[in-house]
Every structure is written in structure tokens, then in C-alpha cells.
């Protein structure tokens, strides 16, 4: 039975990653060279529906896709996009925004229970939202690291022109994740 289960995730892992990986391919283009898309939202909600184990491996294997050769990191791949790319930061915060947004989740809002959905909706928006600094805070950080950008000229580049598609991001995941997450609960377990 708990075999039936594992395997059950894995297969919404891998579903995951493949939407990661489709999310690179819906942008807008922005001046500063990095677009705006889906995959980060994608990549968010992996942690924030499958939890953070499962979350996370959805975003290793998108990260694993990208280094081999598939163009999944923003129409780029490669270990050098990767490690040193202006994105960089960014992919690998996709990994840490899942395992945080999805342990949040997991500690305040555990399934199998019953909570009203006041509780729900705050807990999810608290999720999403800790989810979105910590995956802001990554890009940053890599921007800085690897562009070698002061953090006013970081945030310009990196932070404020995303903040109109990323509250968009946000309300959608919420949504969809007070929609879909007990559906994957009843699904898996």
C-alpha cells in the first residue's frame, strides 16, 4: 500500500516537472534580459500541492532536464546557466521556494484534517507568499554573486519590474492550490 503511495508521487513529480519545464516556454520578454514566466509559479506550486519531498524532487529533475541539454532554463540549458547564468539564482531558488513554501504548508496546514477555510486561505497565502520571498531573495542574491550588481541596481533588475506579474502569480497560486491541494491529499494518501 505505501508502495501504491510513493508511486503516486512520483508520478505527480514528474507531471511537475514537466510543467516547470513548459513554463519556460510562456514569456514575456522584459528589457533587462530576464522575462517574465510561469515556471517560477509552476515551481512553487510543486512544494506548495505535493509538499516539499515531492515538491522538491519535481524541481531537481526540471534542474536535472536543464543541465543535460534541454532548453528549460528560459529557452537555455546547461551546467553554465545553471552555475553561472543571470537566471541562476532564480533556478536554483525554484528548489528552495518548493521545499519552503511546501514545509510551511505541511507544518501549518496538515492533510487529512479538517480546517475551515479561513485557515486554509491564510495559511496558503502565508505560504505563497514566503515562498515568493524566498525565491526573490535567491534571484538576488545570484544577481549580486554572479552579475556583480550593486543591490539598488539588483532590485531594479531583478525585482521591480517582476512585481506586477508576480502578485498576479500569487493570487493564482492560491487558487489553485486551495483547489487542487486537497484533491492531490485524497489522491496520494
Request: contains cysteine.
Amino acid at each position: 500500500m505505501k508502495s501504491i503511495k510513493i508511486q503516486k508521487n512520483l508520478i505527480l513529480s514528474a507531471l511537475f516537472a514537466a510543467l516547470i519545464c513548459v513554463g519556460c516556454f510562456i514569456q514575456i520578454p522584459l528589457p533587462g534580459g530576464i522575462p517574465i514566466v510561469i515556471q517560477d509559479m509552476m515551481a512553487m506550486l510543486s512544494g506548495l500541492l505535493l509538499g516539499p519531498v515531492f515538491g522538491a524532487l519535481s524541481v531537481i529533475v526540471f534542474l536535472v532536464l536543464g543541465v543535460i541539454g534541454l532548453p528549460v532554463f528560459t529557452g537555455k540549458a546547461g551546467i553554465a546557466v545553471l552555475l553561472n547564468g543571470p537566471t541562476s539564482g532564480f533556478l536554483w531558488g525554484y528548489l528552495v521556494s518548493a521545499i519552503v513554501g511546501g514545509l510551511f504548508l505541511l507544518i501549518v496546514l496538515p492533510g487529512g484534517k479538517k480546517h475551515s477555510n479561513l485557515r486554509q486561505y491564510i495559511c496558503i497565502i502565508l505560504a505563497v507568499i514566503i515562498a515568493d520571498i524566498v525565491l526573490f531573495a535567491c534571484g538576488i542574491a545570484g544577481g549580486m554573486i554572479i552579475m556583480k550588481m550593486s543591490f539598488e541596481k539588483t532590485l531594479a533588475a531583478y525585482l521591480i519590474p517582476f512585481i506586477p506579474g508576480n502578485i498576479v502569480k500569487m493570487v493564482l497560486m492560491v487558487f489553485l492550490a486551495k483547489k487542487i491541494r486537497p484533491v492531490i491529499y485524497s489522491y496520494t494518501h
